[in-house]
């Protein structure tokens, strides 16, 4: 019985002895790390080094781009005229009204015709008296050809009457042309349609005296048919606009998308905004879109297959704008000064100078300096 009690009294003093040293043991292993870690930095602090940064990064990929630009402009009408009578006189009818299409050579308004009428009568009479006098002299001018032959009178007698006969055919000749103009003042007392279009506005009304001199403008003419939508580009586009090329048009009062040509890139860059005019040719057989719309228009600068984007919160920037990003190479921050094109999103395109399958750190960029040690995240 004491034996077994000594036993069990050894046991539980060995066990607790076991534990003293082990706690020791793990004390003193700590103690050790502490200050083999401390010993480190205290190291790294005096050799300069710094500890690697967790960075996260996106690998690069080339990808397929087409590059526009965008503008907005205004939708104008190919032709638009202010009409006008040739010749002066009272206006007696007045054959449209505003809105109304018209086609070429329609008559749309008319003068009073009755002095114009009188005039070609006139005229024409004139020259019925000119051919009386014309035949008599022609008659005359034959009996004298066949004396002068036979010298049967004298050269100065047949020279008047030659003299007689050539004017009277500048007489007839003069009354013609004055018929002539007669009947075109009767003709141009109406006023017609130079082409088809719509009367967007009639200026005059019945009774208005209307004179030629200065001219004066009785109504207008617009040809929609067509429209020329009129904008203007920054000088730095003009290397990528050419006529010929197709252009998106997008016309929200019209709810119309579609597409037009370039028929004019002006040669002259405008001094106060250093701008250029561009138009793109329109068609607008049904008249859906009103001239004068406000128009947005889209054209291809350019198109890439191995075209670079990068996240915008990658690109740092220097003091002077210069653009840079970090690229993680070999366990390090390495800086590339890059050059940037349009933005899409939240990405940018860079011209230079990245390469497919580079790494483009994108977090912890403040904290970064070129060469410093980084890690990447894994998630």
Known sequence: MKTTTALKNTTQIVTRLSTILMAIAMSLYACQ?????????????????????????????????????????????????????????????????????????????????????????????????????????????????????????????????????????AQHTMTEVAVKRARKALRDSELRAPYDGVINDVLKEVGEYIPSMPPTMVAKIVDS?????????????????????????????????????????????????????VRIRLDNPEGQIKSGAYTRVEIERSAKDDAIFVPLRAVMHESDGQAFVFVEKLGKASRIKVELGESRGDQTLVTCCLKAGQQVITSGLADISDGDPVTVETN
């Open 225 to 277: 048919s067509s429209l020329e939508v009129q904008i203007f580009l920054p000088e730095a586009e003009a290397p990528f606009v050419k006529v010929g090329q197709q252009a998106k048009i997008m016309i929200d009062s019209a709810l119309v998308k579609t597409h037009g040509e370039v028929i004019f890139v002006s040669d002259r860059i405008q001094p106060m905004t250093l701008n250029f005019e």
């Open 33 to 169: 790390s502490s200050n083999q870690a401390t010993g480190q930095a205290t190291q790294a602090k005096k050799s300069g080094a710094k500890p690697a940064k967790e960075v996260s990064t996106v690998k690069i990929d080339k990808t397929k781009f087409i590059s526009t630009l965008k503008a907005t402009g205004v939708a104008l009408p190919v032709r638009e005229s202010y009409l006008s009578f040739s010749v002066p006189g009272h206006l007696k009818t007045v054959l449209v009204a505003p809105g109304d299409r018209v086609t070429k050579g329609q008559a749309l308004m008319r003068l009073d015709r009755e002095g114009f009428s009188l005039g070609v009568l006139q005229a024409e009479a004139a020259v019925a008296a000119a051919q009386v006098g014309l035949d008599q002299l022609k008659i005359e001018m034959g009996r004298y050809d066949r004396l002068i032959k036979s010298k049967s009178i004298p050269r100065a007698a047949y020279d008047k009457v030659k003299a007689h006969h050539d004017g009277a055919a």
